[in-house]
C-alpha cells in the first residue's frame, strides 16, 4: 500500500489549488459537478452530492508530434 499526498487551497469560489505527490492542478465548479485541468489533460466530474456515485470523463491532451 502506497502513501498519498494532496493538499487543497481555495483561491476563490468554486476554484481550488490541488497539490500532489506527482503535480498541480485546478479545480473549477460546484459541489456535485466541477472540472480539473491538470498536467495530462481535463477530467470532468458530476455526481450526486451525499450519495458517493459520480461519473467521471477524462479527456487527454493532444501529444505534439
Do not use: Q
Given at each position: 500500500m502506497g502513501?498519498?499526498?494532496r493538499k487543497s487551497i481555495k483561491i476563490a469560489?468554486?476554484?481550488k489549488l490541488n497539490i500532489g505527490?506527482?503535480?498541480?492542478s485546478v479545480?473549477?465548479?460546484?459541489?456535485?459537478?466541477n472540472v480539473t485541468l491538470g498536467k495530462t489533460?481535463?477530467?470532468t466530474t458530476?455526481?450526486?452530492?451525499?450519495?458517493?456515485m459520480s461519473y467521471t470523463k477524462h479527456r487527454p491532451f493532444?501529444?505534439?508530434?
Amino acid at each position: 500500500m502506497g502513501f498519498r499526498f494532496r493538499k487543497s487551497i481555495k483561491i476563490a469560489p468554486g476554484i481550488k489549488l490541488n497539490i500532489g505527490k506527482k503535480g498541480v492542478s485546478v479545480s473549477i465548479g460546484k459541489r456535485g459537478a466541477n472540472v480539473t485541468l491538470g498536467k495530462t489533460g481535463v477530467r470532468t466530474t458530476v455526481g450526486a452530492p451525499g450519495t458517493g456515485m459520480s461519473y467521471t470523463k477524462h479527456r487527454p491532451f493532444k501529444k505534439k508530434r
